[in-house]
């Protein structure tokens, strides 16, 4: 009499059609990393009070990703900051 019950065996047979060399593919060292240049232009304005406000365009000139990976092509960033004093 076998240990092993038919649900176990289902289980066993499933995951040998499937085999999973990692979990995810962030968990894969060979997507992870690679090269970018990028280029940006800025403006920084100082108001009243120690109210900063920023805007930065950035694109990339040169990529080289590593595995499957998504490439960035251009970033805009707006950003706010109350200075304390």
């Given at each position: 009499m076998s240990l092993m019950t038919s649900a176990t065996r289902r289980i066993l047979f499933f995951l040998s059609l499937c085999?999973?060399?990692t979990p995810v593919q962030t968990a894969d060292p060979d997507n992870q990393g690679g090269d970018r240049l990028d280029?940006?232009?800025g403006l920084n304005s100082i108001w009243t009070g120690n109210h900063r406000v920023s805007l930065e365009y950035e694109t990339t000139i040169n990529q080289d990703v590593n595995g499957v990976q998504m490439e960035m092509e251009s970033m805009l960033t707006l950003g706010y900051q109350l200075a304390f004093e």
């Amino acid at each position: 009499m076998s240990l092993m019950t038919s649900a176990t065996r289902r289980i066993l047979f499933f995951l040998s059609l499937c085999p999973i060399a990692t979990p995810v593919q962030t968990a894969d060292p060979d997507n992870q990393g690679g090269d970018r240049l990028d280029l940006g232009v800025g403006l920084n304005s100082i108001w009243t009070g120690n109210h900063r406000v920023s805007l930065e365009y950035e694109t990339t000139i040169n990529q080289d990703v590593n595995g499957v990976q998504m490439e960035m092509e251009s970033m805009l960033t707006l950003g706010y900051q109350l200075a304390f004093e």
